[in-house]
């Protein structure tokens, strides 16, 4: 019951803005954001409890759809420090079960 | 957010061989958890290990290949045992200090299976 993530890749040049997205087949109760970098461990973005509320973290926010079972990560005037490697994460009975994983590349 | 030493950083070893992963947390934590790796890929969960308990499975993975230990609640091993060339992978350990604050990893473990 891996979440699944969309678009696998996205390439974008600086300052132009970008959409990941999470879904679940399973009823979601939290989602967590994480980037990796190339061979660096993954990084906490955020966590959206069940609720609906919009997280945000500089440019970078998201919205949870518990409904939808479903969650957007929204990237605006990218950096080239947002290059990396996206994952979502669903917190299923106390364990984290991450997303197939967005890989993003900006490019100057 | 904790910090967590995990070593070692990599290794080659040779089929048939075991590998143990230590990781050491500076705060104390209920649960940790280990997760793999393949290249390109998403993170995997092992297994949880709570302290003075067995460690919890995922499909796929079974103590005898992946025994893991966690004697007090700032340390876990893992080890890889009998490896094979698809044991070749990014090990990482990881702890939720505080609820809401998300996951903590360590720096992983590139083993290389030869």
């Known amino acids: 019951q891996q979440p699944v993530q969309s678009p696998q890749a996205v390439i974008l040049r600086e300052g132009e803005d970008a959409v990941i997205n999470c879904s679940s087949s399973?009823?979601?109760?939290?989602v967590h954001w994480y980037r990796q970098k190339h061979g660096e461990a993954p990084v906490f973005l955020m966590i959206?409890?069940?609720?609906?509320e919009q997280k945000g973290h500089d440019k970078i926010s998201a919205s949870f759809n518990e409904k939808k079972q479903q969650s957007s990560l929204y990237l605006t005037a990218s950096q080239l420090s947002y290059s990396g490697t996206y994952f979502c994460?669903?917190?299923?009975?106390?364990?984290?079960?991450f997303g197939t994983g967005t890989r993003l590349q900006v490019f100057p | 957010s904790a910090v967590i030493s995990q070593k070692p950083s990599r290794d080659i070893c040779q089929r048939g061989t075991s590998l143990t992963i230590q990781c050491q947390v500076d705060?104390?934590?209920?649960?940790m958890f280990w997760y793999r790796q393949q290249p390109g890929q998403s993170l995997t969960l092992i297994a949880t290990?709570?302290?003075?308990?067995?460690?919890?499975?995922e499909s796929g993975f079974v103590i005898d290949k992946f025994p893991i230990s966690r004697p007090n609640l700032t340390f876990s091993t893992l080890t890889v045992s009998n490896m094979s060339p698809e044991d070749s992978s990014i090990y990482l350990c990881?702890?939720?200090?505080?609820?809401?604050?998300?996951?903590?990893f360590g720096s992983g473990t590139r083993l290389t299976v030869v």
């Open positions: 994460g669903t917190d299923y009975t106390d364990k984290l079960i």
């Open positions: 290990a709570n302290q003075g308990s067995e460690a919890t499975y």
């Open positions: 705060s104390q934590v209920t649960m």
């Open positions: 990881s702890v939720e200090v505080l609820a809401g604050y998300g996951y903590t």
């Open positions: 959206l409890l069940k609720g609906g």
């Open positions: 399973k009823a979601l109760y939290s």
